[in-house]
């Protein structure tokens, strides 16, 4: 799929800058022209995405979150979070809903559920050591 426009950042595994996060992307993905649900739906997206880097890729250690957005052709959105933390054993097991491996931090284990409710498509790669990439792809409404 051709891609239209793109953005690429980097940011430090803090949990400040989820938001930060969620802010460039969203304010990359106005020129879309995404309904307020949809964008409201990409950035809880995102916010899953990071806050699952920062809390388990990165557990008890730093490192940097890569983002990656493009805006493909056909209004669909392409969204690449990136983290070079411990990764992900099982997957599989990792998506079941309520799972997580951190429940002294009181997480629910929703966010690979939620990030497959609100997006098209979601993909999620992962080799222990080496880290975690989750991609989700979603179709935007038009509304010419």
Request: charged share 25%.
């Amino acid at each position: 799929m051709k891609i239209i426009n793109e953005v690429k950042f980097s940011i430090p595994s803090l949990s400040v800058n989820e938001s930060v996060a969620r802010a460039v992307v969203s304010s990359f993905l106005i020129q879309a022209d995404p309904t307020v649900e949809e964008l409201a739906d990409i950035r809880t997206v995102v916010s899953e995405a990071v806050t699952n880097a920062i809390v388990h890729g990165y557990r008890n250690s730093y490192g940097n979150i890569e983002v990656v957005v493009r805006i493909l052709e056909n209004n669909t959105i392409y969204i690449k979070i990136r983290d070079k933390g411990c990764g992900i054993a099982d997957i599989e097991k990792a998506m079941e809903p309520l799972f997580t491996t951190a429940p002294e931090e009181e997480r629910s284990g929703l966010g690979f559920s939620v990030m497959q409710s609100f997006t098209d498509k979601l993909s999620v790669k992962s080799i222990v050591g080496k880290g975690t990439t989750v991609i989700m792809r979603t179709k935007l409404k038009c509304h010419e």
